[in-house]
């Protein structure tokens, strides 16, 4: 069945604060050029040559690169190169002095770069940025759109990218054609219900009935009704005939949802039922055949259960025939960006409002925080963002402030070089800087066991950030 599909690296939704890189060998041209752009919102960085802005380049992403030509060490047109060749998305607009355009204007063709004459027009250079942006962001949305578009219907509801869900897509493509029955565990709030959809709607039961049971919501004293229904005059009050549960699912699926929540009597029952396939209506005398699929689902540790005498073992080992865990969140950081993109673009269009992306720092606080109510818990924050949000990005500001708090109660470590050991002669503070980060980042992947997602989360930093200075310490 290749109607489940997933959907891999998917871009983060949206480009928003932009960052742009600024090389000049001239200063007061670096000055304005800040100052300019930081008041128009963007995140900018400077360099005073092509060495220092290629080195910067190496060490992090940037959206746009604006550079001089003509400098002293290496040319602009060379760093543009450069950076292309990084990370061939980013935008080059190059200035150039003027006469020294024709001479270069192949090489900015080629490589999709604009230029500006010098001395240029201020507005004219916010203009041709805001454009430059806006283009480069549609584009990632486009291929956004189309990825979608791509995917079938029935599953377009299901996100997931990581490779715990990638398995658990794949388990769901095996059993669902199959009438075994299913227990789906998971913590609150990480589509156990979802799944349970998913699999009906992939076997050949999907054109009949999809019954959901509340198990801890059966009553014990209308349970027999509740679940096999009755004749009339079956009991005071039972004036009319009436389907149980059971007889609704028939020939479709059953999904006996909290099934740790079941009281001893009730396991009795459905155990019958489970092991006879058959039941009789409540005050009725025809034995009724039960063709139906049974799907359960339960936050609970069931075999725990088993163990303290809770749950019936009987009863178990009939419900767990192929079990499905459904990981937490916490444990697919992974899936973060793509399910709060996709939460955005769902409520921004049932809000009508026109909210299309997150911010880097929004996106950071996403995922460095535990969602120990799962994909629900996030699923609510994007529903209340959207809701709050004033621009068009959602940002940090409209994000629940648990999650804000979250990083704010992290403890603090004691600076392990203080100030007052300056030694005499000074030191490379940058290079030392680099050796502790190093240090730290190292032992958290070692306290974590190589779990890169646990091992951020220690370190209060992003799944993303984190993957970042593996790269650059060359970490494994
Ligand atoms: N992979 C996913 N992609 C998109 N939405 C999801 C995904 N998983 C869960 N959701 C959404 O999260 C919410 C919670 O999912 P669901 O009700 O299936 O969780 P649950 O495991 O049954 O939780 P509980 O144990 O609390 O009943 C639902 O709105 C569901 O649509
Ligand atoms: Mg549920």
Not at 24 to 32: A, H, I, V
Not at 122 to 143: A, D, G, H, M, S
Request: net charge neutral; aromatic share 6%; hydrophobic share 40%.
């Amino acid at each position: 069945m290749s109607s489940i599909e997933t959907v891999a690296d998917h871009p983060p939704v949206a480009v928003e604060s932009s960052r742009i890189l600024i090389v000049d060998d001239e200063r007061s041209m670096r000055e304005m050029l800040e100052i300019l752009l930081r008041r128009e919102g963007y995140e900018v960085t400077v360099a005073e040559n092509g060495t220092a802005a290629i080195s910067l380049l190496q060490q992090r992403p940037f959206d746009m690169l604006i550079s001089d030509v003509r400098m002293p060490d290496i040319s602009g047109v060379e760093v543009l190169r450069k950076a292309k060749e990084l990370n061939p998305s980013i935008i080059g607009i190059m200035i150039t002095a003027y006469g020294s355009k024709e001479s270069i204007q192949e090489v900015l063709r080629l490589q999709a770069a604009d230029y500006l004459d010098k001395p240029f027009n201020v507005e004219e250079l916010k203009f041709r940025i805001r454009k430059e942006l806006e283009r480069n962001r549609l584009q990632q949305e486009n291929v956004l759109l189309k990825r979608v578009l791509n995917r079938s219907h029935q599953f377009s509801n299901i996100i997931g990218a990581s490779a715990a869900m990638a398995s658990v897509f794949q388990l769901v493509e095996t059993i669902a054609p199959t009438s075994s029955t299913v227990l789906i565990t998971g913590e609150s709030g990480t589509g156990k219900e979802l799944i349970a959809r998913a699999i009906h709607f992939n076997s050949p039961r999907k054109d009949r009935p999809f019954v959901a049971v509340n198990c801890g919501a059966l009553s014990e004293t209308l349970l027999d009704s509740e679940l096999f229904g009755h004749v009339r005059g079956a009991f005071t009050g039972a004036d009319t005939n009436k389907k149980g549960l059971i007889e609704v699912a028939e020939k479709g699926t059953i999904f006996l949802d909290e099934i740790g929540e079941m009281s001893p009597l009730v396991q009795v029952k459905l155990l019958r039922v489970l092991q006879e396939r058959k039941f009789r209506r409540l005050g009725g005398t025809d034995e009724i055949g039960a063709d139906i699929r049974i799907l359960a689902a339960t936050n609970r540790d069931l075999s725990k259960m088993v163990a303290d005498g809770t749950f019936r073992e009987d009863l178990f080992y009939r419900i767990n025939v192929i079990p499905l865990r459904l990981p937490p969140l916490r444990e697919r950081s992974d899936d973060v960006p793509m399910l709060a993109g996709h939460f955005v673009s769902k409520f921004a269009e049932a809000m009508n409002k026109p909210v299309t992306g997150i911010s880097s720092a929004a996106m950071g606080t996403l995922q460095g925080y535990a969602w120990p109510g799962n994909i629900r818990e996030l699923e609510n924050a994007m529903e209340r963002a959207v809701a709050l949000e004033p621009t068009t990005i959602i940002s940090a500001e409209s994000l629940p402030e648990q999650l804000q708090a979250h990083r704010a109660v992290q403890p603090q470590v004691a600076a392990s070089a203080p100030a007052e050991d300056f030694p005499a002669t000074g030191f490379d503070l940058e290079q030392h800087v680099q050796h502790i980060e190093r240090e730290y980042i190292a032992e958290a992947l070692r306290r974590a066991g190589g779990v890169k997602v646990k091992a951020a989360e220690l370190l209060g930093m992003s799944f993303r950030s984190f993957r970042y200075y593996t790269k650059k310490y060359n970490l494994k």
